[in-house]
């Protein structure tokens, strides 16, 4: 059964601070996804990462792969407010598209 | 974005009632999925359809039933609704190719008393 794990599942930082979250998964993948999510709203695609070692970057997040460890991570650079938000990391299955979900992380950046 | 409509958007019901969530979309893609969000849970994969009549179950299919008898439309139906089944429920449209992201609508938040 496939399972995913982020750490840590709620972060409070200052702005111009870096951060990084953790997403592990249980067992081989071939596609995992970030997502965000404000409150009270719909979910966000960030990044698809599908080969060991991709890295992908938008603005201050940058989120990366190793499948060899079963591990991603989304790194924040100098946060801003406007990152505010919930952060989940989700696994999946080419065959069926369907998604495993992390617990999410909750980011908070404060002035 | 993505053209998914789920309605109703919130919906409050009690113990024992049936109830019928409804997903629409625009994209004709052939990939749709039900989850709930709970708090500490992030989302959980309730059922998919991979097209019109094939169906199947995720996670957390106890309690739950779905169909699909178009394209456009994937029906959640909670039969006799419980207190724990109060929660945000999410679809989610993919049209299935090996780069491609789920799309997912805007939710409908639900309440059993």
């Known amino acids: 059964e496939l399972k995913v794990e982020q750490n840590p599942l709620f972060l409070s930082m200052q702005e111009g601070k870096n951060y990084t979250i953790y997403c592990n998964y249980s067992t081989t993948s071939d596609r995992l996804y970030w997502y965000r999510q404000d409150p009270g709203k719909s979910l966000e695609s960030l990044f698809v990462l599908l080969s060991n070692g991709a890295v992908k970057q938008e603005g201050r997040l940058m989120a990366s792969l190793d499948t060899k460890a079963r591990l991603s991570t989304l790194h924040i650079t100098a946060a801003v407010h406007d990152l505010s938000a919930t952060y989940f990391c989700?696994?999946?299955?080419?065959?069926?598209?369907?998604?495993?979900f992390g617990q999410g992380t909750t980011l908070q950046v404060k002035p | 974005d993505a053209g998914i409509t789920q309605s109703p958007r919130h919906k409050v019901t009690e113990t024992g009632t049936p109830v019928t969530l409804r997903c629409h979309q625009t994209e004709n893609h052939r990939y749709m999925y039900w989850y709930r969000q709970d708090p500490g849970h992030g989302l959980r994969l309730i059922h998919y359809?991979?097209?019109?009549?094939?169906?199947d179950k995720g996670e957390v299919s106890d309690g739950y039933s779905v169909s699909r008898s178009k394209t456009e439309d994937f029906l959640l139906t909670l039969e006799s609704a419980t207190s724990s089944q109060t929660s945000v429920y999410f679809c989610?449209?993919?049209?299935?190719?090996?780069?491609?992201?789920?799309?997912f609508g805007s939710g409908t938040q639900l309440s059993v008393l």
């Open positions: 989700a696994v999946g299955s080419s065959n069926t598209g369907k998604l495993i």
């Open positions: 359809s991979y097209g019109v009549k094939d169906t």
């Open positions: 989610a449209i993919s049209s299935g190719g090996s780069n491609e992201k789920l799309f």
